[in-house]
């Protein structure tokens, strides 16, 4: 395994890739409440000029209440071929109906879809293609947004059959908007980590990428559309601030088990410090209950201790100052930087989250012990606490 391969020239075929002998790709949909999206999603698949006999549809609705479910059922009666489709009862996040997908998934490749999200007609096509003539373990393509949706920009600047983890914008898209060769997958067991309601897709995508032998980039023009709903009810959105700490807890566990200290882990967390940890005190923190502001600033403490040297000073002014502020535990100004910060506009919430946490189920899910039995960190900081 080569942690950060250079760019080179592209070869030919693997021979693991040959076609004919099963799907190209699959598609893997995990569904949530998504109507009218989802009708979109869908209809683009069907529109994919691959074929039908080269792809596979996986539909994994994890209890929809909204119609979402009839309209899964309608599309699979249409086209009995095409989609596999499964029902389970609510997991609160998507990383337990992308494992089921991956269960089910036949194609070489494995590619996940958003079900607010819709892909270009010839994005399949293309992808399979160069990811076998490049021999691609895992493949970006050049996302677009819809509804104010923030996608990476860096990594897209150009199509290239080799990238680098660091160095060419991968850190920054981190999502599982992906093409993965699903023997990769398969060989070392990646999975998501379903205790994860939000950013579940973090570690997996950074397993996949560390131990790829190449990741491509197809970037000549934009073949996934990412979709933020008018309701900014998308699971990233809705998770409230000591639920998103619990997971940015999870993804700097997952960088340092995957990454040696050094520039490369280091790349990633200023990521994360930029992203996840910020992001916590955003309009909603002073909403919050007391309780939870003050273990919401103790957790974030705990992780700008344990990995923020040579990374906070590195943030912008205004990042730098939150994340200061939440270390010292000052809420009274954490708040009133909040309150000054225009940018720092709330979406529009329905609810806490898809997992529906109240407020004493969030500082019980908050307080509650992290679970045992990750392996050490070997050279790293030591587990948090």
Known sequence: MTPDPGPGPAPG?????????????????????????????LSSLLEQTIGQRRMEVVVVDDGSTDGSAEEIERFAALHPGLFTTLRQPNSGGPAAP?????????GRYVFFLGADDHLSPEALERMVTMADTCRSDVLLCKMVPIGERTVPTGVFSRSAPAIRLVGDGLPWALSNTKLFRRSLIEEHGIRYDETMPAFSDQPFVLEACVRAARISVLADKPHYFAVRRADSSNITYQAPPPVRLRCAERLFEATCRFLAPGPLRDAFHKRHFHVELFQLFGADFPTLPEEAQLAVCTGAARLISTHGD???????PRRRRTLELA??????????????DAERTPPPLTGVGRSALGRSALMRWLMSPVPAGRPPRGGGPQPIS
């Open 310 to 316: 040579g990374i906070l000073e590195r943030l912008d």
């Open 13 to 41: 075929p693997h021979p693991e890739t040959a076609p004919g002998t099963c799907p190209d790709v699959s598609v893997v949909v995990p569904v949530y409440n998504t109507m009218p999206y989802l009708t979109r999603c």
């Open 98 to 106: 992308c494992n089921r997908g991956l269960e089910l998934a036949g």
């Open 327 to 340: 270390w010292r535990g000052d809420v009274a100004a954490l708040c009133a930087e909040i309150a000054a």
